[in-house]
């Protein structure tokens, strides 16, 4: 059973950079074609993808938020952190990270997300 | 970019919900469906835009090609009201959803 677990601050103040940490279990991130990926959905709005890496270290991003993301995986601890650096108020939303298999190529398992607040 | 229409759907429970999700370019047949519930993560319910997921119910078809598909629910259940998003992975690096369409309960 694949289980995925988000972590993070529940509150950020503008211009600080944002650690996230997506915590896995039920498959390894050193098999060929598998990967993880970060999400984001303001309240009440709809869901953004934000960056995925696999098995193989290849990173993707979203091509509007770039510049202010990093994404990076520790295969032995089972965990994939994210950076989101200048935060601003339209950052708050609900993260989630997701595992995305080889076949099919589509993320079908999510973890439950946390909640993030950006405010001084 | 995937527009999605209706953006809300009212209906009944045992009605067919028939909800719209159109591409800007083509996307082949790289689509997802999702459910998403209040407070909780989405549900991967249809890939390749007509193959249910893993233990997702008969009542849940998708169909379509290119720029257009459709998700339809043939007989709505009480827990079936949820928002439903398509997401994209044809053009890369890009992972694009919709906007969502919220199905309420009439």
């Known amino acids: 059973q694949i289980t995925l677990k988000e972590s993070g601050p529940a509150l950020v103040k503008p211009t600080q950079t944002l650690t996230l940490t997506c915590s896995f279990s039920g498959f390894s991130l050193s098999t060929t074609g598998v990967g993880v990926g970060w999400f984001r959905q303001p309240p009440g709005k709809a869901l953004e993808w934000l960056a995925l890496?696999?098995?193989?270290?290849?990173?993707r991003y979203s091509p509007s938020l770039h510049r202010r993301l990093t994404i990076s995986k520790d295969t032995s601890n089972s965990q994939v952190v994210l950076w989101m650096s200048n935060v601003d108020p339209v950052d708050t939303g609900t993260y989630y990270c997701?595992?995305?298999?080889?076949?099919?190529?589509?993320?079908?398992?999510w973890g439950r997300g946390t909640l993030v607040t950006v405010s001084s | 970019v995937l527009t999605q229409s209706p953006a809300t759907l009212s209906l009944s429970p045992g009605d067919r919900a028939t909800l719209s999700c159109r591409a800007s370019q083509s996307v082949a047949s790289s689509l997802a469906w999702y459910q998403q519930k209040p407070g909780q993560a989405p549900r991967l319910l249809i890939y390749d835009a007509s193959v249910r997921a893993t233990d997702i119910p008969a009542r849940f078809s998708g169909s379509g090609s290119a720029t257009d598909f459709t998700l339809t629910i043939s007989s709505l259940e009480p827990e079936d009201f949820a928002v439903y998003y398509c997401l994209q992975r044809s053009t890369w690096p890009l992972w694009t959803f919709g906007q969502g369409t919220k199905v309420e309960i009439k």
């Open positions: 890496i696999y098995w193989d270290n290849d990173s």
């Open positions: 997701a595992h995305l298999p080889h076949t099919p190529p589509y993320f079908d398992s």
